[in-house]
């Protein structure tokens, strides 16, 4: 089920800034039962909306690890993308004209703000699992410190505790090719989108790497040529990508969402990120990609080491930081075995 929700209240931003009002669009699978424990959170990653069945579906679905039939799944479209949340195309309703240009970065944490006003709405005490890839990961791993008695367990997946320069170089040099279009400075909500396809391109080389275009996009590969000028895979893949992101998202929301992942720093205002995730009480799985240059391995185990009790699951894939979404089979025997040793599964079915 499809929904939205309202908040007709003020709400501060880290930056200091205050929204008259926001909005949050959700979406449901399944029904909450009697006790209240068989909540599941997802938690979606950059340019993706809130259906996991959508996006997710080697995991989310009906007879799938996720099974609407035994869980209540819930996930939200995270502030400043285009899929129903507030973003740059909202309405400002101070100037009763969209935002565009003049809105606001949400940090990760401001984010995590929102959808605890939301799980109190809904009436949601106690949230049996949350997983979550890539940014998704981060907003799982902000929000289990930052509640961390409403967690049962957690597992966040091709992700880390604080942005690192490199990640933070990668989405800067995207939107610097966002910002060269020329139409950005314009006031309307084509403002950037060729500039969009360019930056898609960017980010395809953080998402994959060297084995998997060798596999994927090979030399000798047939295909079928977007334009006169791209004789090879690999090139064309590039501009495919690059043109299909443009028909389905948004450059101002792009441009935003890549600063709120920068912010990303569990340790700011904590004393450090070590002290911060130790603040974590959920029995928690990581889930690291060997080949994700975005997200190094490193980082996954650097979470284990500081998350009291932690696990870590390496999964070796030649598809880089897309692997999250890719290696769904080897992700749903974790999932199992973690589930099966913390006796989960008698939980939900009481």
Same mark, same amino acid.
């Given at each position: 089920?499809?929904?939205?929700?309202?908040?007709?209240?003020?709400?501060?931003?880290?930056?200091?800034?205050t929204l008259k009002e926001f909005h949050l669009a959700y979406t449901t699978h399944g029904k909450l039962n009697s006790a209240k424990n068989n909540v599941v959170w997802i938690f979606h990653a950059l340019t993706a909306n809130s259906d996991p069945i959508e996006w997710w579906p080697g995991l989310v679905g009906?007879?799938?690890?996720?099974?609407?039939?035994? %869980?209540?799944?819930?996930?939200?479209?995270?502030?400043?993308?285009?899929?129903?949340?507030?973003?740059?195309?909202?309405?400002?309703?101070?100037?009763?004209?969209?935002?565009?240009?003049?809105?606001?970065?949400?940090?990760?944490?401001?984010?995590?703000?929102? %959808?605890?006003?939301?799980?109190?709405?809904?009436?949601?005490?106690?949230?049996?699992?949350?997983?979550?890839?890539?940014?998704?990961?981060?907003?799982?791993?902000?929000?289990? &410190?930052?509640?961390?008695?409403?967690?049962?367990?957690?597992?966040?997946?091709?992700?880390?505790?604080?942005?690192?320069?490199?990640? &933070?170089?990668?989405n800067a040099t995207q939107r610097m090719a966002i910002e060269t279009d020329s139409s950005w400075v314009k006031k309307n909500k084509e403002a950037g989108q060729k500039g969009l396809a360019t930056a898609r391109a960017i980010a395809m080389l953080s998402y994959r790497q060297y084995n998997g275009y060798n596999?994927?996009?090979?030399?000798?590969?047939?295909? &079928?040529?977007?334009?006169?000028?791209?004789?090879?895979?690999?090139?064309? %893949?590039?501009?495919?990508?690059?043109?299909?992101?443009?028909?389905?998202?948004?450059?101002?929301?792009?441009?935003?969402?890549?600063?709120?992942?920068?912010?990303?720093?569990?340790?700011?205002?904590?004393?450090?990120?070590?002290?911060?995730?130790?603040?974590?009480?959920?029995?928690?799985?990581?889930?690291?990609?060997?080949?994700?240059?975005?997200?190094?391995?490193?980082?996954?185990?650097?979470?284990?080491?500081?998350?009291?009790?932690?696990?870590?699951?390496?999964?070796?894939?030649?598809?880089?930081?897309?692997?999250?979404?890719?290696?769904?089979?080897?992700?749903?025997?974790?999932?199992?075995?973690? &589930?099966?040793?913390?006796?989960?599964?008698?939980?939900?079915?009481?």
């Open positions: 089920m499809n929904s939205i929700f309202h908040y007709k209240k003020s709400f501060l931003l880290e930056s200091g800034e009906e007879g799938k690890f996720f099974d609407p039939s035994k %869980y209540f799944i819930i996930c939200v479209n995270k502030p400043g993308s285009p899929y129903g949340s507030i973003s740059p195309l909202s309405k400002n309703p101070v100037s009763d004209t969209p935002y565009y240009h003049d809105f606001p970065v949400f940090t990760i944490r401001d984010i995590i703000k929102t %959808y605890r006003i939301l799980k109190n709405d809904l009436d949601i005490n106690r949230i049996l699992i949350g997983i979550g890839g890539s940014t998704g990961g981060m907003q799982l791993l902000e929000w289990a &410190i930052d509640e961390p008695e409403l967690f049962e367990n957690i597992v966040p997946i091709s992700t880390n505790a604080i942005l690192s320069p490199w990640g &933070i170089a990668f596999i994927t996009q090979s030399r000798d590969k047939a295909f &079928i040529p977007i334009s006169k000028e791209t004789i090879y895979a690999a090139d064309n %893949y590039q501009r495919y990508q690059g043109i299909k992101l443009n028909k389905r998202f948004n450059a101002l929301c792009y441009y935003r969402l890549t600063q709120s992942m920068d912010s990303h720093d569990v340790g700011r205002n904590r004393n450090s990120v070590e002290a911060a995730l130790q603040l974590i009480t959920a029995n928690t799985l990581v889930i690291g990609i060997t080949s994700d240059l975005l997200y190094p391995i490193s980082e996954q185990e650097f979470l284990q080491r500081s998350i009291p009790g932690a696990e870590l699951l390496t999964i070796h894939s030649e598809f880089g930081h897309d692997g999250f979404l890719l290696e769904y089979e080897k992700i749903e025997t974790a999932l199992i075995k973690f &589930i099966k040793n913390n006796n989960y599964l008698k939980i939900v079915n009481e």
